[in-house]
């Protein structure tokens, strides 16, 4: 890790905030499974959009909340002592604010895969909510982990040379490989899963598990969140490096990962009949992995504190998601035979 950082929230200090905005996330989750109980129907067009304009607004709601804790804080931190705190403040709201565009401009390329196992499995839309949910429970434990790991790994000099090299592979395969979505019946979690626990071919509202002449059995519903959570674990391996590119703050990278995971759900009832029409979207996202790999690896070693600007990098970002976004509007692909 540079010399030059610091560390703003430590976690031996600051463990505090990781358990108030873990109880606070799970708490919401919980409202919302206790009112959606009972209630299987499919999500609106209009829930979903009311859904993803919420937690947009809770998560700049909380960047504003951490750019006043900042300024109130840092003058406090005698480690911290020397260094403009307003400044310090600025820089964790524009990392934040970076590290949330770039995870969920990620996860939209993800909402293609969810397509594809919905279709495959025909998931019926009234329990895709419900398989969603507890999914993103999975995946903000198993982003923890990595976010963890990530940390400890960041305090290794050449890590994030390497890891800035990973990043320009996979923005490199993302724009120009070939589109091959995963097939459902040769992974092998699947084939396993099959293996230890017998699956009924049918439904049974929105369980899970089943019990029948003694005998536990999986349903189809089961089989689909499986399949959902080893996707996010792949997937994880590609976006926690890209926010530890952005900032290496643990708090900030672990908080703007959990915000743009819990908008995912929400954001594929809004996109998902929109899904096909940004197919210039992939080239986007692969600049953004292609240019987070650039700066870790090589442009942060050439600027002040070891770090490219922030500011930059989100107007890049968002340059690119523009760019990408309007392209496939300009110019749409014609529909396959």
Not at 228 to 251: H, N
Not at 264 to 290: N, P, Q, S, W
Request: charged share 15%; hydrophobic share 55%.
């Amino acid at each position: 890790m540079s010399p030059h950082f610091i560390e703003l929230f430590p976690f031996n200090t600051c463990w505090w905030a990781y358990l108030l905005f873990c109880l606070l996330i799970l708490g919401a989750l919980f409202v919302d499974l206790k009112g959606r109980s009972g209630n299987e129907k499919a999500i609106s067009h209009k829930e979903a959009l009311l859904t993803v304009i919420t937690w947009i607004a809770l998560a700049l709601l909380f960047c504003a909340g951490l750019n006043l804790y900042g300024r109130w804080h840092f003058p406090l931190d005698p480690r911290l002592a020397g260094l403009d705190p307003v400044a310090l403040a600025h820089q964790c709201s524009l990392d934040f604010l970076s590290g949330y565009l770039v995870e969920q401009s990620l996860s939209i390329d993800n909402l293609f895969i969810f397509l594809v196992v919905f279709d495959f499995f025909a998931i019926p839309e009234k329990y895709r909510h419900r398989i969603l949910f507890y999914g993103i429970i999975g995946a903000l434990i198993f982003r923890g982990i990595f976010i963890a790991l990530g940390s400890l790994l960041m305090q290794i000099s050449w890590v994030p040379m390497i890891f800035g090299l990973f990043l320009i592979l996979t923005g490199y395969k993302v724009a120009f490989g070939p589109e091959n979505h995963p097939d459902p019946s040769k992974n092998i979690v699947i084939r396993l899963l099959r293996r230890l626990i017998p699956i009924t071919p049918t439904f049974h509202r929105q369980k899970f598990f089943v019990r029948d002449g003694g005998r536990w059995f999986g349903t189809p519903l089961l089989v689909t969140l499986v399949f959902i959570e080893v996707t996010d674990i792949i997937f994880a391996v590609d976006s926690v490096p890209a926010i530890f590119g952005i900032t290496r703050e643990p708090f900030i990278v672990f908080t703007s990962n959990v915000f743009a995971i819990l908008g995912l759900r929400a954001l594929f009832f809004l996109l998902a009949g929109m899904a096909t029409r940004f197919h210039y979207l992939k080239y986007g996202l692969g600049f953004i992995l292609l240019f987070v790999g650039v700066k870790m690896a090589w442009f942060d070693h050439h600027f002040p504190g070891g770090k490219f600007p922030t500011a930059w990098s989100l107007g890049i970002i968002l340059l690119a998601l523009l760019l990408s976004g309007l392209a496939s509007w300009l110019f749409p692909r014609g529909e396959k035979k």
